[in-house]
């Protein structure tokens, strides 16, 4: 089993900055990639950034300039630097892995809540 341990959600006013950790453990294989996703009360989850092998990453559009994610390879971490934040910005964020066994799958974290205050 691939378990995914985040840490570093909580509540922090408006303009301020966290960072997220996300850790994999357990029968890793070949891993594709790790990203973040949030979901807001009421919302779909949506994705936040991703990174993947070789270091191509992706990120929603409208969170570019202020979130940055960065994984750690030694450590099968992934890293999500959050600035300037915003009210809107804040959901549950969770974790999510890919990697190939024989097909690819995916795993997920249990979440993080994040919470901005105006």
């Known amino acids: 089993q691939v378990q995914l341990a985040e840490s570093g959600g909580g509540l922090v006013q408006a303009g301020g900055s966290l960072r997220l950790s996300c850790a994999a453990s357990?029968?890793?294989?070949?891993?594709?990639?790790m990203g973040w996703y949030r979901q807001a009360p009421g919302k779909q989850r949506e994705l936040v950034a991703a990174?993947?092998?070789?270091?191509?990453?992706n990120y929603a559009d409208s969170l570019k300039g202020r979130f940055t994610i960065s994984r750690d390879n030694a450590k099968n971490t992934v890293f999500l630097q959050m600035n300037n934040l915003k009210p809107e910005d804040t959901a549950v964020y969770y974790c999510k892995l890919w990697m190939t066994r024989v097909v690819v799958e995916e795993y997920w974290g249990q979440g993080t809540q994040v919470t901005v205050s105006s």
């Open positions: 990174i993947f092998s070789g270091g191509t990453t």
């Open positions: 357990g029968r890793l294989f070949s891993i594709n990639g």
